[in-house]
């Protein structure tokens, strides 16, 4: 099974860019269907992005199209999130999540992961 840490949350205000890391340790993350979700206080879970097991399938949320970018590195083991433009309501605990699917293209759906990070805080000043 594989192991996930996220890091490279913080404070940053409206406009600016942050890069969250998840860190892979026990399998490659080639051999997973890789995302990103968020969650706020008093809502659901919400899918962000995802990268399929190929590293060339890739999906946003209507709302970070355009301003987030998914990639991930090999030989770094490493899943990455970059965002910019953020906006205050991007504020929420950013989640690394592994799905390991036989299909290229990952789920929005949070149920068919089945590995999580601990999470790392964003918050998108105005």
């Known amino acids: 099974q594989v192991q996930l840490v996220e890091s490279g949350g913080g404070l940053v205000q409206a406009g600016g860019s942050l890069r969250l890391s998840c860190a892979a340790s026990g399998r490659t993350v080639s051999a997973y269907a890789m995302a990103w979700f968020r969650q706020s206080p008093g809502k659901e879970r919400e899918f962000v992005s995802n990268i399929g097991r190929s590293g060339t399938t890739t999906s946003y949320a209507d709302s970070v199209k355009g301003r987030f970018t998914i990639s991930r590195d090999i030989a770094k083991n490493t899943v990455y999130l970059q965002m910019d433009s953020l906006k205050p309501e991007d504020t929420a605990v950013y989640y690394c999540?592994?799905?390991?699917?036989?299909?290229?293209?990952?789920?929005?759906?949070?149920?068919?992961?089945?590995?999580w990070g601990q999470g790392t805080q964003v918050t998108v000043s105005s």
């Open positions: 999540a592994a799905d390991r699917t036989f299909l290229d293209s990952g789920s929005r759906d949070s149920r068919n992961y089945d590995y």
